[in-house]
């Protein structure tokens, strides 16, 4: 095998093994039961410098920021990426409204 052969499997492997870095996208925020939403709202927002959205009616913000530093404050119950899910078929079910 070639150098670059080689270069390019350890590079490979590499990628497989070492853990990849957090990486800052849309993310939700869960609000802690005891948390003052306001006050969890602002230190979203001085952390990551972005804007937060209220997700009305579910203790949560969305903000785009890294999912690590998010976890780490005051108040903040959960964070998960904000992942939008689409539907893979369409049911062929004629009674599918029923279920």
Do not use: N
Not at 35 to 57: F, K
Not at 62 to 78: F, I, K, N, Q, Y
């Amino acid at each position: 095998m070639s150098l670059r052969g080689r270069l390019g499997l350890v590079g490979a492997v590499a990628a497989l093994v070492l853990p990849a870095p957090a990486v800052a996208g849309r993310v939700h925020v869960g609000i802690a039961p005891d948390a003052d939403p306001h006050a969890v709202a602002a230190a979203v927002e001085r952390v990551t410098g972005h804007r937060v959205e209220v997700l009305d009616g579910l203790r949560a913000l969305s903000v785009d920021g890294a999912p690590e530093r998010l976890r780490r404050l005051d108040g903040v119950a959960w964070v998960e990426p904000a992942v939008v899910r689409r539907l893979a078929f369409a049911p062929t079910d004629p009674l599918v409204a029923r279920q």
